[in-house]
């Protein structure tokens, strides 16, 4: 049972670019969440999605960042316009069941750099 | 506004010894702790966790304690190994919404010397 895929591992883009970060969850979990994580700090939650809808965008920054989480495929975390306040390493995790009482499973990462 | 907090950046252990990583926490609506293992350049790994209507829950080598009333939890590893050094944060959850969203605190870096 392969365990939650993030690609690109690594990510360079200029001031300016779109960055796009793809995650695909645990086989048979439905629940999606982003979080992020800065130089020397801990992982901040961004976003969390089901199937088709994003259930809770607290963490999101208002512009420029979106989410999606389609029927078919991986979910996908954008960020438009980058700045180099946006390098940080990105973590998606899964999980079964919706709500607390149940663990996050987390993937590899994504680490952007803007340049 | 740090809900979650680990206030020691980092411990050195002897092998074999027991290790001891305190969290603490503000929001008395946290009903759901957990406690994640994270080596350079990987992801979060979970370890162990607790629900709030316990006080104790252990797996192997690995036991966490939580004291409701001052808002505190810890991990304990015995004994202790060197392939245990890595980043260790504590999250918890359960806050409005009950979406599940993890809480983090800031890391506590475990060193564990041969």
């Known amino acids: 049972n392969a365990g939650v895929m993030q690609n690109p591992r690594h990510l360079v883009r200029r001031r300016g670019q779109e960055a796009r970060l793809r995650c695909s969850p645990m086989k048979g979990h439905s629940h999606v969440y982003w979080y992020r994580q800065l130089p020397e700090e801990g992982l901040k939650f961004m976003v969390y999605l089901q199937k088709e809808n994003i259930i809770d965008e607290s963490g999101m920054p208002k512009e420029r960042f979106s989410a999606e989480f389609p029927k078919e495929g991986p979910s996908i975390l954008r960020i438009q316009q980058v700045v180099r306040g946006d390098s940080a390493a990105y973590f998606c995790a899964s999980s079964v069941y919706s709500g607390t009482m149940n663990e996050q499973y987390f993937g590899p990462g994504t680490r952007l750099t803007v340049t | 506004d740090q809900q979650v907090k680990q206030n020691s950046p980092s411990l050195s252990v002897q092998e074999g010894r027991i290790s001891i990583l305190n969290c603490d926490y503000t929001n008395s609506m946290f009903d759901y702790f957990l406690w994640y293992k994270k080596y350079p350049a990987e992801g979060p790994t979970f370890l162990i966790s607790?629900?709030?209507?316990?006080d104790k829950n252990e797996d192997g080598r690995f036991t966490v304690f939580l004291n409701k009333s001052a808002k505190h939890l810890s991990l304990h590893i015995v004994p202790s190994q060197p392939g245990d050094s890595a980043v260790y944060f504590c999250?918890?959850?359960?806050?409005?919404?009950?979406?599940?969203?993890?809480?983090f605190g800031q890391g506590t870096t475990l060193q564990v010397k041969p």
């Open positions: 999250a918890a959850s359960g806050d409005s919404g009950n979406t599940g969203k993890l809480i």
């Open positions: 607790i629900s709030s209507i316990k």
